[in-house]
């Protein structure tokens, strides 16, 4: 089983439709999660962070998380085409040195 | 401007050859990571450093080796040994507090390694 799984894409919505990705993490001492977006042929780059259980919102981007059931979700309203890329989810251990882990990535399309 | 550079963003290799890629990063950051992207692949994690002079293996260490001499610099070395290196390669830097903006993971720009 991986560390951090992603909800196997790819994933298409319609312009102005919300996008939900979502994030399952094994390691149960994960304190920090992480949402990226990665254009192709780019670095990624942090969209959102969240650390405690519930939602955070930012703009379009809302994340979610449920410490209880290891889910970290991100939710993108109002999509838009400059939205279409990779999102990477990401954890971050307490222990293991603080090392983070990265998902494979959930690529989402938004046609106008 | 605070950040990472990365240096070279393309760089070829010939068969046989060591080549080093370079990281510095100004955001005053403990720890430092270099993670290695195959095309249409997830991250993976080839070496980290929490501090300097000390580097932890990653998960895909065989065949790559670093250094941590300086706070701000993580270079990265490809030896002759990685069978296939071809790969976008993502230096990234993090503070190392918990639970605080100060453990967000940075990344470079990328440097983009072909074997020719």
Redesign the interface.
Known sequence: QKEVEQNSGPLSVPEGAIASLNCTYSDRVS??F?WYRQYS??????IM?I?SNGDKEDGRFTAQLNKASQYVSLLIRDSQPSDSATY?C?S?S?TN?????????TTLTVKP | DGGITQSPKYLFRKEGQNVTLSCEQNLNHDAMYWYRQDPGQGLRLIYYSQIVNDFQKGDIAEGYSVSREKKESFPLTVTSAQKNPTAFYLCASSGTAQLTSGNTIYFGEGSWLTVV
């Open positions: 304190q920090s992480f042929g780019k670095s990624p780059e942090l962070s650390y990477l990401a971050r307490k040195a603080g090392k983070s882990t990265f998902g494979d990535g």
